[in-house]
């Protein structure tokens, strides 16, 4: 990674949230099959239909400010993906599943928050207000969706704990 303005940090970076979005789209719809509760399942189909949203603004934010995305891979979010196969493969479908479910997607929504907020700052020292909006919309829905899991494993703790 050679950068050396903030114009290409902040395309770098924009770069990075994308890959990690489109990885985030294939991988909900395999965490929603997998969750043995409906509210779950459904958080997760909820967040896919906002995922293709966001990725859909990415879009946005480029065509407005006439910049090119890099071809790259979000590491940070395969290694978070591939946790979460592995939680699927190696904990029993159930409350204990869900919670290690909620708790990876937490780690995702987390690495977004991250993300859009420094993508936010970078936008606005670079003057981009046009685009500025489109990016704090998805980082005001990662920040909910954030909040909706912790809803979600609150509720499903109860539930754990009267079936053990």
Do not use: W
């Not at 050679?2 to 965490?31: C, G, N, W």
């Not at 909706?148 to 109860?158: H, N, P, S, V, Y």
């Amino acid at each position: 990674m050679s950068v050396k303005t903030m114009e290409e940090l902040f395309v770098h970076e924009l770069s990075d949230i994308y890959s990690a979005e489109k990885q985030m789209s294939k991988a909900l719809p395999r965490l929603a099959k997998n969750s043995e509760s409906e509210k779950l399942a459904a958080a997760f189909e909820t967040h896919l239909e906002e995922t293709l949203g966001q990725i859909e603004r990415i879009d946005q934010v480029v065509q407005i400010l006439g910049i090119k995305l890099k071809r790259m891979k979000c590491v940070a979010m395969e290694g978070l993906v591939e946790e979460s196969k592995e939680t699927i493969e190696e904990v029993e479908a159930g409350p204990v599943r869900d919670a290690a479910l909620i708790g990876g997607a937490q780690k995702a929504e987390h690495y977004e928050i991250a993300a859009y907020g420094t993508i936010c700052a970078l936008a606005r020292q670079l003057g981009y207000n046009d685009a500025l909006p489109l990016l704090e919309a998805t980082l005001k829905e990662e920040k909910a969706t954030d909040e909706k899991l912790t809803m979600i494993a609150e509720g499903g703790g109860q539930k754990a704990r009267r079936a053990a």
